[in-house]
């Protein structure tokens, strides 16, 4: 047996962890995986060979599995979130900067997404470093952010009039009489790590709180090209057998759609979260 | 029930609808003020932030005095006085003048100074027949239409001030001098412009106790303790705001119509449009206090 290794993909966000099978984990190689979500926010593993079952058996190991409201379930599984994209589809799931369920006022803590059936090329997910992003601020506007608060709202994306409803994604949604809004810290002290974490996200933040519209868009743009930034990103290109793990609380993601004609089918078990301050 | 109702020789004072700007009329500028109607001038002053006082033929000697009845001369820096005259700069731009007219950005005057001025007064001499308004923006509306906890985060930053964009030695008047040489204004360039000063960027009026938005694109280099990018950010809203037309007076000179503003609560902004005209006007400042 190989011993594990954790290796950073970029300075800036995420690392693969080699060298280990997630059905014959050891107590100390578990400890080592632990570590290294707490320390890059998103891990990825290569040439598993998970069942559904033990996709489930491997989330419970992290807390309560989280169903989510709104994405088509897996029939067999309801614990397994379907993100799957057909060939005659145009639109897929996830294809802009967002962290998962920050419109809920109990967050997610993140997702271990599975390969099942993946195009020839393309289909890569982004993903950025909010530890970074953060730490990227000007001590400035980091004391000027302490203290506010950012409304998220699923309206827009998952609401009845809502982006994916009118799009060739429509038919798999339901729970659209379930939106609703949170309001979280725009600077989080991550429950894991103890850092200080960017907690806006382009997919879901609305504004800050007790600001209008108006007054919060240029600020909040601002913070989402800032957080956007290439170094503090990775890039993960998918293969039979690999995972991606993240953490919401100090990741956004984003879904490349550049795979049209070709079908995309990927297993999403999400682990409940905490409340943020 | 206005003062002249009250007392035939008090003066009129006519404010726009806004409350922002007001004309004063029934008093002469050319001789001192009984302190009675210099105290209702002030006032004037402080509750409008612009006040003009038009037909009033003044020389250079009644500009200077009623300026000192104000208050103490201001220290203008940058640009060359009138000849025997270091309190009045002359605002002339010939009519074969391609230079762009001065003042044409949105500002505070000499906000980058440890104590800016509290007041400018300008002199209107030779007025051309189209173009040259003066744009006043109030600050003090701006700030208090601001969501309240906006206004709260704003109320603890500090903005960075500099004479450097336009004054300094990479500025836009030391880039023009290179360039041209056909502007009647004389301008000294100096490295002193480039110093920057920090004020904060609410700033609270010394007499009314109202609180002002007090930043200007021209003068503001940035919020301290941010990037230029973090900052922009934030002051462009702020500068868009600001300058929306409900907080906007668009001034129309006319011949011998004496201006005098509160920078502590205004930003102003000079228009062209007069190419081929002669404009002319005199200035003096009255000193005022660090901001806080």
């Excluded at chain 1, 960017?198 to 989402?224: D, K, M, R």
């Excluded at chain 1, 100090?250 to 078990?269: K, S």
């Excluded at chain 2, 480039?194 to 010394?206: A, G, I």
């Amino acid at each position: 047996m190989t011993d594990i290794q954790v290796r950073k993909l970029t300075p800036g966000c995420g690392a693969e962890v080699l060298g280990v099978d997630l059905n014959q984990l050891s107590n100390s190689q578990m400890e080592t995986v632990r570590q290294a979500y707490v320390d890059h926010g998103v891990i990825f593993f290569r040439d598993q060979t998970l069942t559904p079952e033990q996709h489930i058996a491997f989330a419970r190991r992290w807390g309560d599995i989280d169903i989510n409201k709104f994405f088509p379930a897996n029939q067999q599984y309801p614990e397994i979130a379907e993100v799957r994209k057909e060939k005659a589809q145009k639109t897929n799931i996830g294809g802009g900067w967002h962290t998962d369920h920050s419109y809920d006022q109990v967050p997610a803590m993140g997702s271990i997404l599975l390969a099942r059936e993946l195009p020839l090329e393309g289909g890569d997910t982004l993903f950025a470093s909010m530890y970074a992003a953060y730490d990227g601020l000007s001590d400035g506007l980091k004391k000027t952010l302490e203290g506010m608060r950012a409304i998220h709202s699923n309206a827009a994306a998952f609401g009845a009039g809502g982006y994916y409803k009118n799009t060739d994604q429509g038919g798999g949604f339901k729970g659209e009489n379930l939106v609703g809004e949170a309001v979280h810290p725009v600077i989080i002290t991550h429950p894991l790590s103890g850092r200080k974490s960017l907690y806006v996200n382009p997919g879901f933040t609305v504004g800050f709180e007790g600001w209008t519209q108006e007054e919060s868009q240029p600020l909040l743009q601002h913070l989402f090209r800032h957080a956007a930034r290439p170094e503090f990103t990775c890039r993960f290109a998918w293969r039979d057998g690999s995972i991606a793990f993240w953490d919401n609380r100090a990741t956004w993601h984003y879904a490349a759609n550049d795979y049209h004609g070709e079908r995309r089918l990927l297993h999403r078990i999400t682990i409940g979260g905490e409340a943020l301050n | 029930m206005s003062q002249a109702a009250l007392k035939p020789d008090a003066i009129q004072v006519r404010a726009n609808p806004s409350g922002f700007g007001a004309e004063i009329t029934g008093l002469d500028l050319s001789a001192p003020l009984p302190p009675a109607t210099l105290a209702a001038v002030k006032q004037a002053w402080a509750d409008h932030g612009v006040v003009w006082f038009p037909d009033q033929p003044l020389s250079h000697d009644a500009l200077e005095a009623f300026t000192l009845q104000i208050g103490p001369f201001g220290v203008d820096p940058f640009i060359k006085p009138m000849e025997g005259r270091p309190h009045i700069l002359e605002l002339r731009r010939e009519p074969n003048e391609k230079a762009g007219n001065f003042g044409a950005g949105w500002h505070s005057d000499w906000s980058f100074q440890d104590e800016p001025p509290a007041a400018t007064l300008l002199h209107a001499k030779v007025i051309p027949p189209v173009g040259g308004n003066t744009l006043y923006a109030d600050g003090t509306a701006a700030y208090d239409d601001l969501s309240d906890v906006m206004k709260k985060l704003l109320d603890g930053l500090t903005a960075v001030h500099s004479a450097a964009l336009p004054y300094g030695t990479k500025g836009l008047f030391a880039h023009e001098q290179s360039a041209t040489h056909d502007r009647t204004m004389q301008i000294v360039v100096s490295e002193d412009a480039d110093k920057t000063h920090p004020h904060p960027l609410v700033r609270t009026h010394p007499v009314t106790g109202h609180k002002a938005l007090y930043v200007s694109p021209v003068y503001t280099l940035g919020i301290e303790g941010m990037t230029q990018a973090e900052s922009a950010a934030i002051l462009s809203f702020l500068y868009a705001h600001m300058t929306k037309d409900k907080y906007v007076y668009r001034h129309h000179w006319r011949e011998n119509m004496l201006t005098m503003w509160d920078n502590r609560c205004a930003l102003h902004f000079a228009e062209g449009g007069y190419d081929g005209h002669l404009r002319v006007l005199h200035r003096t400042t009255v000193a005022g206090d660090r901001p806080r």
